[in-house]
């Protein structure tokens, strides 16, 4: 049996569900194909966060808290010093949703713009026609189906099923996600035996740990998670060392869940012959958060107006076609990722006492009381003004000479700051002419390879950041 539509996407998670709706939307004919059934997709989460303004600019129909896919909408977060002797509040704009009924939503929408849904079918195998992708052969229930389409979207998550078994010359990245490339998370539901009792406030980061007290379902309970690379046992220890010294009143955990999430750079190329990559296929996370759901939205609004415009013009999805959907996000949003991800390994640097004199100095989180505290960064720039550029040096130097900083970290973090900017602005020049693409490549790989491995010492683990 063959089936012949537009664009196939293999994975209805959050990014292939999304990009197959804005594309049925247009009126192209969508089939995504998914390996679990209808109501397990995603199970392995349950609640997971959106940022509510990239939410509302992915068009998404509006969430309401209440219905069983929003649990709350937040605007404030909390961060607490390595020494436990600070709170500071922050702004975050964060939509806290319950995810296999947000999918099952999705799902509804997708059929409402007749866009199939394929589940319990899986991906076994590409077929190309004079070297060129035409389609896949998956299998649902026992049965062979082959699918021909104009486009194929790995939408598949991590496992990447598609862009690792396309041909090493086929023009894209074949990496596969190793233990140094994920933050591996482990999440549990907690509840505190004595709600009473003072107890970390929900949505309360302490980020010396990479640990938070996320909002659960439950008022009187949490999601206690922490992320490390490395390995679960990084993780593990590192909320080991946590748990020694916060002195939390009793709770019981009620259910534990655990994965990883991409922390690494995309490939430097998400399109090839009638191929695209997307989401956590394409290694697409926020780099301070590891939160994937609404960056790679904003790969699909890029990517959706490309394809939609070539292929009313009648063109064949060939890599050189679609070569504007890299163009146009890593000019923008995947620049701005790049740098941030850059300036990470300067930050993670960072030891106990100096984590506690950014924080508590305001140098990391733009801080203020009641309606003062400013908006976040939403759109990830680097936005001091020269007054406030004034106010981190004084205070970067005070550090310095009361000992609070050590010159070795302070060093790091101006290398890592440097490297940033030229990688950022590196990432802002991406090729329009194919032609120039093997060159930019070279002096991405040049840059990349100076940045450096971030160590961070807890009391039973080292952990390294790549
Ligand atoms: C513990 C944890 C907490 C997280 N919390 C957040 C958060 O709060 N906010 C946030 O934005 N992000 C969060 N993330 C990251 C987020 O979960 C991912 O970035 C996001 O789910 C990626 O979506 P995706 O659609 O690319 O991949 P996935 O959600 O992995 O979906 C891929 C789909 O492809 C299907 N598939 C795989 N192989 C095949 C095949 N061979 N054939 C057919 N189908 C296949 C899978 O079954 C799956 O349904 C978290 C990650 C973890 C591990």
């Known amino acids: 049996m063959v089936e012949n539509c537009d664009i196939l996407i293999v994975g209805a998670g959050t990014a292939g569900s999304y990009l197959g709706w804005i594309l049925a939307k247009k009126g192209f004919s969508v089939v995504i194909i998914e390996k679990d059934k209808r109501e397990e997709v995603g199970k392995r989460l349950d609640v997971i966060h959106f940022e509510t303004d990239r939410i509302e600019k992915a068009g998404i129909p509006p969430f309401h808290v209440g219905e069983p896919d929003c649990i709350e909408i937040r605007n404030h977060s909390i961060v607490v010093t390595p020494d436990f002797t600070k709170e500071i509040k922050i702004q975050a704009l964060q939509t806290i949703v319950r995810l296999t009924p947000f999918l099952n939503r999705m799902y509804d929408i997708l059929e409402s713009v007749r866009a199939k849904l394929e589940f319990s079918c899986k991906f076994k195998n590409l077929i190309y026609k004079d070297n060129n992708l035409i389609g896949l052969k998956a299998e649902k229930n026992g049965l062979s189906i082959e699918y021909h389409a104009k486009l194929i979207v790995d939408a598949s998550g991590k496992v990447a099923v598609i862009r690792t078994s396309l041909p090493q010359d086929y023009g894209i990245e074949t990496f596969e996600l190793g233990p140094n490339d994920v933050m591996y998370v482990l999440l549990q539901y907690i509840k505190w035996k004595n709600a009473e009792e003072p107890h970390p406030a929900t949505d309360t980061g302490y980020n010396w740990w990479l640990l938070w007290f996320g909002p659960s379902y439950d008022p009187d309970g949490a999601i206690l998670g922490v992320g490390q690379p490395g390995s679960f046992e990084n993780a593990r220890l590192s909320r080991e060392d946590f748990l020694k010294r916060a002195n939390l009143p009793p709770y019981e955990i009620i259910k534990k869940e655990q994965g990883s999430t991409p922390y690494r750079r995309p490939p430097y190329s998400l399109v090839g012959d009638r191929f695209l990559c997307i989401g956590d296929a394409a ?29 009313r013009a009648g063109k064949d999805l060939s890599r050189d076609i679609l070569w504007d959907i890299n163009v146009k ?42 309606n003062d505290i400013p908006e976040p960064n939403k759109e990830y720039e680097e936005d001091m003004s020269l007054g406030d550029m004034l106010k981190f040096l004084f205070n970067i ?8 900083l050590s010159f070795k ?19 802002e020049n991406y090729p329009e002419n194919l032609k120039k693409f093997g060159n930019w490549v070279e002096k991405a790989d040049f840059l990349w390879a100076q940045k450096k491995l971030a160590v961070k010492k807890l009391s039973s683990v080292k952990i390294e950041y790549l």
């Not at 005070?398 to 609070?404: A, Q, S």
């Not at 440097?418 to 950022?424: C, Q, R, T, V, Y």
């Open 283 to 311: 290694a697409l996370t926020y780099p301070f958060s590891g939160h994937g759901v609404t960056a790679t939205w904003m790969l699909c609004m890029i990517a959706s107006d490309v394809i939609e415009k070539r292929l």
């Open 329 to 370: 996000y890593f000019r923008d949003q995947g620049a701005k990722f790049a740098g941030l991800f850059t300036q990470l390994s300067g930050v993670l640097n960072f030891n106990e006492k100096e984590w506690n004199y950014f924080l508590k100095k305001g140098l990391i989180y733009q801080t203020g009381e009641g």
């Open 397 to 404: 130097i005070g550090g310095l000479i009361r000992r609070k």
């Open 409 to 427: 970290h302070m060093k790091r973090l101006l290398q890592a700051n440097s490297l940033a900017g030229k990688i950022k602005k590196h990432y």
